[in-house]
């Protein structure tokens, strides 16, 4: 790792448990933020469950945990499914009622264990959808943190919620919530909302993420704060709130950690040389990437639709359909494209490489959090096709506050038709408004390196975090 270590003291290094959801935009961020911390000279131990751990590589763990003592060390709990995780679980539900049940039984031993081993922890670092570990925290007398992967609008929106601020069902025809820099309609606000009663599990932990927080000594969320200035003023009046994004991989950026150009965990294996060696033969700014992260789907329906909007555009086209998905593509598509000219299809691919690729035009994204900051950080324009929870939001923001994409609208149905897709992938690759467009996507870009640069407004909370860890475990 590069850049200067700070010690906590000079006979103790600060360690850090940092507890990750189980999900690949979960563990992102939260492996990007621990690289940081040991930068500054902390000892990090990243833990998630068994079950995900599984469906990764060895190579993946052996790469994150070394010898070195500047690697991140790896270690597991139980979310009570060790063979299967979610998928073997009869529902979500019991799924959730189970994991918060072993998992703190778990979460707690391995602190134990830790610490009999003369590894103690000092804080706790969890996800906030994971808020029942700043309990375990609490009762193990060590530090307690709670991180946010999504951004500090939607976390917001949520908090309203939890506290019966923003009443359920929605009655209204717009909002607008403290902190936040516009209006919105029960369409922008996120689907777990509009769409009251779907997913009860998930819901049932996003609301619950505020439970305990008067409990935790730090809020940090992967956001910066020039991104989303007003609702982290407000938000800071009520938490311990530090922004500490965004948390992508620093060569990328500042370039301060070396060799940190991936995040280091991916539960796919990735078409990195067929996709780069297809983007290589393209003009500049020319194609339109099209992904929908890893782990919402389209349905038949909408594939053929945008199957048919990629084909009239006449632009050049790289669309990632998971294996699991493929069987939606019309088969007339795919023979359609056997030559790979136009378009290539592929069931994965390495984004980062892909979005900071020269021939990349635009992204055609879900607006999950970690594509929107990545297309953030690469300045690159966005078309917002979101499908479900906090990408509803996300997409909003895109659109009307940060001005760095359009936005593709349903029809009566929800659907997605040819003719929108279409009209918006060549309003941002050719028309007037794609200038502005591209010329916003800049900015937020410069913004985003700055705030992780030396001195910039992330930089210093993480600096802050670390100095004033050092001095609680040294009291």
Known sequence: MGGEETKTSKSHV???????YPA????????????????????????????FWNTTTPETIKSLSSSDPQSIQVESISDGYDNGGL????????????????????????IQKLASSNNPV??????????WAIDV????????????????AVNNIYFHVYKKWLELPLSESEYLIPGLMTKLTPLDLPSFLYDYGSYPGYFDIIRNQFSNIHMADWVLANTFYELEPQVVNWLKEIWPLKTIGPCVPSMYLDKRILDDNDYG???????TDACIKWLNDKPKGSVVYVSFGSMAGLSEKQTEELAFGLKESGCYFLWVVRDCEQDKIPKWFLEANDDSEKGLVVSWCPQLLVLTHDAVGCFLTHCGWNSTLEAICFGVPAIAMPLWTDQITNAKHIKDV???GVRVDGDEKGLVRRETIRDCMKEVLEGEKGKEIKKNALKWRDLAKNSVD???????NIAEFVAKLAHLCST
Request: charged share 20%; hydrophobic share 40%; with cysteine.
């Open 402 to 404: 940060w001005k760095m």
């Open 14 to 20: 600060a360690h850090c448990l940092v507890l990750a």
């Open 265 to 271: 965990v991916s539960i796919y294996d990735q078409n």
């Open 137 to 152: 925290a609490k009762e193990n007398g060590i530090l307690g943190a709670l991180f946010f992967t999504q951004p500090c």
């Open 122 to 131: 000092d804080c706790v670092i969890c996800d906030g959808f994971l808020y």
């Open 87 to 110: 998928a073997s679980a009869e529902s979500l539900e019991i799924y959730k009622e189970t994991f918060w049940k072993v998992g703190p039984e778990t979460l707690s031993n391995l």
């Open 454 to 460: 030396e001195g910039g407004s992330s930089d210093q």
């Open 24 to 51: 690949q935009g979960h563990i992102n961020p939260m492996i990007e933020f621990s690289k940081r911390l040991i930068q500054r000279g902390l000892k990090i131990t990243l833990v998630t469950t068994l079950s």
